[in-house]
């Protein structure tokens, strides 16, 4: 089931949480919405499942408009932050729980319910945990259940609401691979709720980047990581070095250095800009290979699992510069503190207007 919509307002007092929210979600496709906390994430979530009412716009589900349905006609499934398993009943009646509420016209007989909740805790690997109550599982283990409770009713579309951000880093990356695989079996339309930009880019087919109740940018993983539309979107998606600087004959002067830009800078005006680079995208090595990098020394090394992250301060840089490079990289150019260096700085992407974070 498509999910659309359209120029969604919601005012609390003294605060606008949404304005003006437009979006379209296909049928089966997983988007992702990523903001910052308080960007109005939960709100836009809780407005398109029914909880909430909107002050302005509307909720299309499929060609109908549900906008004033309340939830329990919505066919929507909903998972949250905080595992909501109802502590008094075990794994296998938490899962029924859905089926078994339904008014008897429309309940599935005993055995179908049985067979429906052995089939989705199949799917979220939890078969083996019938009959234990939610206080004997791990969180991990919890929020699968939950998914399976939500997927019981055959809702058509899933709303998760950071799912996975109480639990520890390791679960929660084996969670979100996990939910993707499951999400190419079922196909059901999901919208996923998340601040964490790794989550989002790993598992979205479409990521919707939200900020102070408006859409940033929408696109592809690789599209908005490739092409951020503004700063905020640089900011939110990785670390970034941010240089202020001028601009002049298409290039960015930056304390005296020369600096390409990716694209071509037009018109001949000097005005002032900001200069953005990732860590990875710096080069780093001991002897100059182009008259354009520049001098810079080691002033801290930090280790990051696979890569290495370097502090280089560099005169004419008013903060020290932000590299990564891989281990394998940093240990065959034999790097220290305090060692002299040399930077390759460029493609680097220009933005002038004003800078906001
Ligand atoms: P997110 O999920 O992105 O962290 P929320 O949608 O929960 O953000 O909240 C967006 C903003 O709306 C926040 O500033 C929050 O304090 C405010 N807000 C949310 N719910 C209410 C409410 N019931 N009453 C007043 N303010 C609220
Ligand atoms: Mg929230």
Same mark, same amino acid.
């Given at each position: ?9 919601k ?9 003006g ?5 296909g049928?089966?496709e ?7 906390s ?8 809780r ?21 004033n ?9 909903? @998972?949250?932050? /905080?595992y %909501?398993?109802?502590?008094?009943? &075990?794994?296998?009646? $938490? #899962? ?34 019938i ?13 699968r ?10 809702p ?6 950071e799912?996975?951000?109480a639990l ?35 598992l ?19 599209? @908005?990581?490739? /092409?951020? %539309?503004?700063?905020?979107?640089? &900011?939110?998606?990785? $670390? #970034? ?16 250095h ?78 220290d ?21």
């Amino acid at each position: 089931m498509s999910i659309d919509i359209r120029n969604i307002t919601k005012r609390f007092p003294g605060y606008t949480a949404l304005a003006g929210i437009s979006l379209k979600v296909g049928t089966g496709e997983l988007v992702a919405l990523l903001g910052p906390s308080g960007c109005g994430k939960t709100t836009l979530l809780r407005i398109i499942a029914g909880l909430e009412t909107a002050d302005a716009g509307s909720i299309i589900l499929e060609d109908r408009d549900t906008t004033n349905l309340p939830a329990r006609e919505k066919k929507v499934g909903f @998972v949250f932050q /905080h595992y %909501a398993l109802f502590r008094r009943l &075990n794994v296998f009646e $938490n #899962v029924a729980f859905g089926l078994n509420v339904l008014p008897r016209s429309s309940r599935p007989r005993k055995k179908e319910i049985r067979e429906r909740v052995l089939h989705l805790l199949g799917l979220v690997q939890m078969e083996w945990s019938i009959d234990r109550y939610p206080s004997q599982l791990s969180g991990g283990q919890r929020q699968r259940v939950a998914l399976a409770r939500a997927l019981a009713v055959n809702p058509k579309v899933l709303l998760l609401d950071e799912p996975f951000s109480a639990l520890d880093a390791k679960v929660r990356l084996e969670l979100r691979r996990w939910l993707r695989k499951l999400h190419d079996e079922i196909h059901v339309t999901s919208i996923f709720v998340t601040h964490d930009q790794e989550e989002a880019l790993e598992l979205a087919d479409r990521i919707v980047v939200i900020n102070k109740g408006r859409i940033e940018q929408q696109g592809t993983p690789q599209e @908005v990581y490739d /092409h951020p %539309a503004n700063t905020f979107v640089y &900011n939110f998606l990785g $670390n #970034v070095n941010v240089f202020h600087g001028r601009i002049r004959d298409g290039k960015v002067m930056v304390g005296g250095h020369h600096i390409e830009a990716q694209e071509k800078l037009n018109g001949h005006e000097e005005k002032t800009g900001q200069a953005f680079i990732r860590p990875h995208e710096i080069g780093v090595s001991r002897i100059r290979s182009s008259d354009n990098d520049m001098p810079g020394i080691i002033r801290d090394i930090r280790l990051m699992g696979s890569q290495i992250g370097l502090e280089l301060e560099s005169a004419g840089f008013e903060h020290p510069i932000e590299v990564e490079i891989p281990r394998e990289t940093w240990s065959n150019l034999g790097l220290d503190r305090g060692d002299e260096v040399f930077i390759t700085l460029d493609k680097v992407k220009v933005f002038t207007g004003d800078y906001e974070i």
